[in-house]
C-alpha cells in the first residue's frame, strides 16, 4: 500500500517563529488532508488539499501531487498550535484514508 | 465535528471480556469508519461501512468485528479483549474520495 512520511518527527519552536512540515507519499493520491491532534486528543481537520496551495489564517499548506509531497506552513506560531500534526492521504481507487505517523510540535513561551 | 459521538468515553476492561464501542453521527454521512491509534503507528485504520450492512475490513482488523444497522450508529465489538488492543479508538465520518474525514472524541480503553 501507499506509504506516507512525515518530518521532522518532533519540533520545538518558541513562540513567534515560522515552521515548515513535510509529508512526503508514495503513490499518486486524490484526496490528502492535514489534521492537527491537539494535547486532549481531539483530531482537527486543517486542510483538504490534494493539490495547489490554501491559506487559513496563519496555516497554509502547499501540495505538489507530481512530486509527491505536501507541506504546512505554520506562522507566528502560538502555545495553542502544540500537539501532533497529521498528514493523511487516499490513493488511486481506495475508499481509506492512510495516516503518516506524525509531527508533534511543541511551542514554549 | 459533525456531530459525532463515541460511548463510552473511557473504559478499563480485563483480558477475555467482550467490549462494544459506539459511534453515532447526526450528518447523515453513508461512510464511518474506526481508527486505532498508538504511539509510534499514528492512525491505523480497523474497519469501515460504506453504507447499512455494507462493511470491509482495515489494516488491523484481526480481534475486531464491526455492525452497522442504521446510517447513523457504527458498533465496534472487540469479542474477547486482549492487553494488545489497549488503545485509543477513534470514529470517524464523511466520503472517500475528495472529501473531508470527521473524527469524533476517541475513546480510551484499557485492557488489563
Known amino acids: 500500500g501507499i506509504q506516507v512520511e512525515q518530518s521532522p518527527p518532533d519540533l520545538i519552536l518558541q513562540e513567534g517563529a515560522n515552521s515548515t512540515l513535510r509529508c512526503n507519499f508514495s503513490?499518486?493520491?486524490?484526496?490528502l488532508q492535514w489534521f492537527h491532534q491537539n494535547p486532549w486528543g481531539q483530531l482537527i481537520n486543517l486542510f483538504y488539499?490534494?493539490?495547489g496551495t490554501k491559506q487559513n489564517g496563519r496555516l497554509s499548506a502547499t501540495t505538489v501531487a507530481t512530486e509527491r509531497y505536501s507541506l504546512l506552513y505554520i506562522s507566528s506560531s502560538q502555545t495553542t498550535d502544540s500537539g501532533v500534526y497529521f498528514c493523511?492521504?487516499?490513493?488511486?481507487?481506495?475508499?481509506?484514508?492512510?495516516f503518516g505517523t506524525g509531527t508533534r510540535l511543541q511551542v514554549t513561551l | 465535528d459533525a456531530g459525532i459521538t463515541q460511548s463510552p468515553r473511557h473504559k478499563v476492561t480485563e483480558t477475555g471480556t467482550p467490549v462494544t464501542l459506539r459511534c453515532h453521527q447526526t450528518?447523515?454521512?453513508?461512510?464511518m469508519y474506526w481508527y486505532r491509534q498508538d504511539p509510534g503507528h499514528g492512525l491505523r485504520l480497523i474497519h469501515y461501512?460504506?453504507?447499512?450492512?455494507?462493511?470491509d475490513k482495515g489494516e488491523v482488523s484481526d480481534g475486531y468485528s464491526v455492525s452497522r444497522s442504521k446510517t447513523e450508529d457504527f458498533l465496534l465489538t472487540l469479542e474477547s479483549a486482549t492487553s494488545s488492543q489497549t488503545s485509543v479508538y477513534f470514529c470517524?465520518?464523511?466520503?472517500?474520495?475528495?472529501?473531508?474525514?470527521?473524527f469524533g472524541p476517541g475513546t480510551r480503553l484499557t485492557v488489563l
Open positions: 488539499i490534494p493539490s
Open positions: 450528518e447523515n454521512h453513508r461512510y
Open positions: 493523511a492521504v487516499v490513493a488511486g481507487t481506495a475508499s481509506k484514508l492512510t
Open positions: 503513490d499518486s493520491v486524490n484526496n
Open positions: 461501512s460504506y453504507g447499512v450492512k455494507d462493511t
Open positions: 470517524a465520518t464523511g466520503p472517500p474520495g475528495p472529501d473531508t474525514q470527521y
